[in-house]
């Protein structure tokens, strides 16, 4: 066959279909045509795929935590009828104080949001929720009973076929060969053909600053942080079904019930590269043995070990609207590890300003701003 030399031309070209990518093309497509590229032959093989899957507006910085708010309506129910069933399972959360650990209360209460959606728990109510929990390595814990699982698949799967059923195009093994201006367009050319846009929406997760240097623009810059997560066989006898979510107050851990077993982390956080991350040995041991030390039990057995990458700006939140340098680049990066459960808000804010718009009107209200959210911020 010969070489494909035909150009699709599109209003949007989106780089990138994990969570960012897709929900922003879910509230793209209908107003504009757009075009998904995807490196991988599955969408969301990366991070989105490897996430831990628990929705808790007490995670993050404030932007991070209006965000998470802002899309808590969207998860209960989804517009156009996404799907057919619940995205959001029950699932408490409990912010393990540990034994001297009473100081760091304050702080984390320190927020408004914070305090009014958490319960203080003395050590027995926590062990009366966890009892694998040795005593005396608690001292209480704060309970937020407005927490959940996410099922992940389900929403990402969803964001992407309300995008195709709008008339997006997703195109899976198209990773980039080069992205140029090309007069007043973007000009991407990938291994599954070549596309023309007028925009450009970079949501190329660990690899998006890799992707604007492959245009010529600044780094943003981002820092792709490696996350190992253990699955362990419970104890005999032991039923984690209806336990919460178990996260350190100093984050030096967490883990939680996980279809009969339990999801344990050390929530480390290594530098990387961007990769096709996995699990080193010594990550693997050393939430292990964080697990053992809390609880007293030995671990008998590893189910299974996987890791992913948590990709960072350097203030911690989210990249999202055009950079100054580059007519009609757009970022849509950096949401650490909140991507999953900010995707609703996120997506619309990025579609929105993507369009040449003011934020919608429930994440201003919800404290949003696109100057909190500009890569602007990190320009000279």
Not at 202 to 231: I, K, M
Not at 246 to 275: M, N, R, W
């Amino acid at each position: 066959m010969g070489q494909e030399t035909t150009t699709k031309n599109v209003d949007c070209i989106v780089i990138g279909a994990g969570i960012a990518g897709a929900s922003v093309a879910a509230s793209l497509a209908g107003e504009a045509s757009v075009a998904v590229l995807e490196a991988e032959p599955h969408a969301g093989y990366h991070s989105t795929g490897r996430s831990a899957a628990l929705y808790s507006a007490l995670y993050g910085n404030a932007t991070i935590r209006a965000l998470t708010r802002a899309s808590h309506d969207y998860f209960l129910t989804p517009s156009q009828g996404m799907v057919k069933n619940a995205l959001l399972r029950e699932r408490h959360t409990l912010f393990l104080v540990g034994a001297g650990q009473l100081d760091l209360v304050a702080s984390f209460t320190a927020d408004a949001d914070v305090r009014e959606r958490t319960t203080t728990l003395s050590v027995d109510e926590v062990l009366a929720r966890v009892p694998l929990l040795q005593r005396d390595r608690v001292a209480g814990a704060l309970l937020d009973m407005t927490s959940a699982d996410i099922d992940v698949d389900l929403l990402h799967q969803g964001f992407l076929r309300t995008a195709r059923v709008a008339g997006a195009e997703l195109h899976l093994g198209a990773g980039l060969k080069s992205l140029e201006r090309e007069g007043l367009n973007w000009l991407a050319h990938t291994a599954a053909g070549s596309f023309r846009a007028d925009v450009v929406i970079n949501a190329a997760g660990a690899w998006a600053d890799d992707v604007a240097a492959l245009a010529g623009v600044a780094p943003v810059p981002l820092q792709p942080l490696r996350r190992t997560a253990v699955l362990i066989d419970l104890p005999d006898g032991v039923d984690a079904t209806r336990w919460p979510a178990v996260v350190a107050i100093d984050e030096s851990q967490y883990f939680k019930p996980d279809a009969g077993h339990l999801l344990i982390s050390a929530a480390d956080e290594t530098p990387s590269k961007p990769c096709d991350a996995q699990p080193e040995e010594l990550d693997v041991a050393i939430a292990v043995d964080r697990f053992e030390t809390l609880t007293g039990r030995p671990v008998r057995r590893v189910r299974h070990r996987w890791a992913g990458l948590r990709v960072f700006s350097p203030d911690r939140s989210p990249v999202v609207g055009f950079d100054a340098a580059a007519p009609g680049f757009f970022w849509c990066a950096g949401q650490g590890g909140y991507g999953i459960q900010t995707s609703p808000a996120l997506g619309r804010a990025a579609a929105a300003l993507a369009l040449g718009r003011e934020l919608p009107l429930d994440l201003a209200d919800m404290g949003v701003t696109a100057r909190q959210l500009s890569p602007r911020r990190f320009r000279p």
